[in-house]
């Protein structure tokens, strides 16, 4: 597709269970990041991969979080023993690096999926 | 740490009329600054990026402006109509730092 896609575009589940979000980065962006925008609460930043380094997992709020990236492209978000405070949007980006450190790269956002944690 | 503070939070304006919203930041060692606009279930299109070299950008009836060494970027929008009704948003990408801050947003809403 031409932009960043998340999947689903909802999701409810209840307090405890696991779940998954995905995203799919525009074709041959070299960045993936994921943030999480809260009720009430600006856009807050989770992880960021960039092609073969190791994430940069700084914004994980606990280690009921875990993202992967799977060959370069696809990301999955993993949500385990779901919270109600989990309850979020959570955006997913992506960049074409050209440079790194020219400060010339876009970030494209995904539509989001949206999390309620009954 | 990097702060980012937008003013407005909110902003109503009749059609036709130019405004200014307003993006503080307290680090000045930043690789560039992003404004994007949030339209609900849409996530955010990116509108300008302005890197820590340039004074400005513009697109269409958008003109951003960065002043690195005070901290601030105002987006300028002409002629305001309707289909700006939206939620704008700055983001600055610290320098030795992959990830973006972001502001709280400017609400605004152009009525006919």
């Known amino acids: 597709g031409a932009g960043v896609s998340q999947s689903p575009s909802n999701k409810v589940t209840e307090k405890g269970k696991d779940v998954e979000l995905r995203c799919d980065p525009i074709s041959g962006h070299t960045a993936l990041y994921w943030y999480r925008q809260s009720l009430g609460q600006g856009l807050e930043f989770l992880i960021y991969?960039?092609?073969?380094?190791?994430?940069?997992k700084s914004g994980l709020p606990s280690d009921r979080f875990s993202a992967e990236r799977t060959g370069g492209s696809v990301s999955t978000l993993t949500i385990q023993r779901t919270q109600q405070e989990d309850s979020a949007v959570y955006l997913c980006?992506?960049?074409?690096?050209?440079?790194?450190?020219?400060?010339?790269?876009?970030?494209?956002f995904g539509p989001g999926t949206r999390l309620t944690v009954l | 740490k990097q702060e980012v503070t937008q003013i407005p939070a909110a902003l109503s304006v009749p059609e036709g009329e130019n405004l200014v919203l307003n993006c503080s930041f307290t680090?000045?060692?930043?690789?560039?600054l992003q404004w994007f606009r949030q339209d609900p279930g849409k996530g955010l299109t990116s509108l300008l990026l302005?890197?820590?070299?340039?004074r400005e950008q513009t697109s269409g009836r958008l003109n951003a402006s960065l002043d690195k060494s005070s901290g601030r970027s105002t987006l300028y929008i002409a002629a305001s109509q309707p289909g700006d009704s939206a939620t704008y948003l700055c983001a600055v990408r610290r320098i030795n730092t992959d990830k973006l801050i972001f502001g709280t947003g400017t609400r605004l809403q152009v009525f006919p």
């Open positions: 680090d000045s060692a930043i690789y560039n």
């Open positions: 991969f960039q092609g073969n380094s190791a994430p940069d």
């Open positions: 980006a992506s960049s074409l690096v050209v440079l790194a450190g020219s400060g010339t790269d876009t970030q494209y």
């Open positions: 302005i890197q820590s070299s340039q």
